[in-house]
């Protein structure tokens, strides 16, 4: 299974070879465990290959070092740390999906490390980047990735057509500036940048 990415999302050779031995591997485990709807495997790069490469051109130049919070099948971290060599944490308290996550970074080289563990209980150091997708709506979101986010970083969410009202409710206990970017992979969609994130 080869894929280039669409026009927005293209990637190297070596990147795709790398990402279409993950899609097979996430193909052999969604049968035993569910890490992503059967509905969506036919449409699998758009809907989660893709949607987590379009991140790439709103992460800062010079970042090294990222966290993923809710990794789940690995979008984003482990596709952005795979396409971009930035080195991930991903954090997930599954223990089947984190084995899975663990599988798939062997077979492919990927620069992450693996914790299974519930996210306010991981020890990992802040991070100048931080991605998490279809993980909690802001208000529950940011008090979770906040902790991990340094002063001067970064954090990209993937959100859907609710985000007005995700944003309206988290400015009642948090600042932060706000840009929005419309998804390539979903009409609805939109790519939340956050920076400067810290209660009000």
């Known amino acids: 299974m080869k ?74 971290g482990l596709v952005l740390a795979i396409a971009t060599g930035i080195a991930f944490d991903l954090i997930e308290a599954d223990l089947r999906k984190a084995a899975f996550l663990r599988e798939v970074a062997a077979d492919t080289g990927a620069p992450v490390r693996v914790h299974a563990v519930r996210i306010e209980t991981a020890a990992v150091p802040p991070a100048e980047l931080i991605t998490a997708r279809a993980l909690a709506p802001l208000p529950k979101l940011l008090p979770m990735l906040a902790p991990f986010l340094l002063p001067h970083g970064v954090a990209l969410l993937p959100k859907g057509a609710g985000v007005d009202e995700e944003l309206t409710a988290a400015q009642a206990d948090w600042h932060m500036k706000t840009e929005r970017h419309a998804s390539v992979t979903d009409p609805n969609g939109v790519i939340l940048r956050l920076t400067e994130v810290h209660r009000a």
């Open 3 to 76: 894929h280039s990415g669409s026009a927005e999302c293209r990637v190297s050779r070596e990147t795709s070879e790398r990402l279409a031995t993950y899609a097979t591997l996430l193909l052999k485990w969604n049968q035993r465990i569910n890490l992503v709807s059967r509905q969506t495997e036919a449409a699998l790069w758009t809907r989660h290959f893709d949607d987590s490469l379009q991140l790439i051109p709103l992460i800062p130049p010079g970042v090294t070092r990222a966290i993923d919070l809710g990794s789940g099948a690995g979008f984003p």
